[in-house]
């Protein structure tokens, strides 16, 4: 009968299998399908997270809700889901999803505010140039349903696609105001001005998170759950400009 031999394995070999094999199977990726306007906070609550798990990579993927939420449907690798608005959420088909923020409009002005913008009625005053949002995108949904509470009819000098390029036209002098949320005015660090409004309230825009149905990863998904709904990630949303949630 014929035996195999074994041969020892060197110190510095084994330790190169060891780490290559590892107890736990090597590095793991956690997958993030996450709204544009979270790319800030996320980022930083990723790096936190990976630092509290050795051996994990958090890996977002920044989008509009309406489309990632498309994507997840079509079946894109996704662990975790964080969408701007229950509808979003809902089209994704993720079930149990948290609200863990909300977000509310205000008036994006240049700074000194030339056109003497005060609030939504002001935005339909002649000569007024508005930049709002385009629909589905939240801040277009939201300041529809704030201009309707209001009785305000205000005529866009432009619809864009998310608030960012809709504050670039205020900067660059193209738009006397726009509508946007206020974390996107926290954003712009000082280029712009924000001007508040008691109709902002009828029209906040509520943040959700759940586990992408089908991922392997349930443990991780929990945890990074967690993290965002902790007094840490209360306190990095709270930052930028969005009202923490727990729910």
Do not use: W
Request: charged share 20%.
């Amino acid at each position: 009968m014929n035996r195999v031999r074994l041969r020892a394995v060197s110190p510095a070999l084994a330790l190169v299998l060891f780490a290559v094999t590892g107890c736990g199977g090597g590095r793991q990726t956690l997958t993030v399908f996450a709204d544009t306007s979270l790319t800030g906070t996320f980022g930083s609550l990723g790096r936190a997270f990976e630092a509290a798990h050795p051996g994990v990579a958090v890996r977002f993927d920044f989008g509009g809700s309406p489309a990632l939420a498309q994507r997840i449907v079509r079946g894109a690798s996704a662990d975790l889901f964080a969408a701007a608005g229950l509808a979003a959420m809902r089209r994704s088909g993720a079930p149990g999803p948290r609200v863990f923020a909300r977000d509310s409009l205000q008036i994006a002005v240049p700074k000194g505010d030339p056109a003497h913008v005060t609030g939504l009625k002001d935005l339909a005053a002649p000569g007024v140039r508005v930049a709002l949002c385009a629909l589905p995108a939240p801040c277009g949904a939201a300041a529809r349903a704030a201009l309707a509470a209001a009785g305000v009819t205000v005529t866009a000098v432009a619809r864009d696609q998310d608030g960012g390029a809709a504050l670039t036209r205020v900067r660059l002098g193209q738009a006397d105001a726009a509508l946007v949320f206020r974390t996107d005015v926290r954003a712009a660090a000082g280029a712009v001005e924000g001007v508040d409004f008691p109709e902002a309230a009828r029209a906040a825009e509520d943040y959700l998170i759940a586990t992408v149905p089908g991922t392997g990863r349930l443990a991780l998904t929990r945890e990074f759950v967690d993290l965002v709904l902790s007094d840490q990630g209360r306190k990095v949303l709270a930052s930028a400009g969005f009202t923490p949630v727990t729910g």
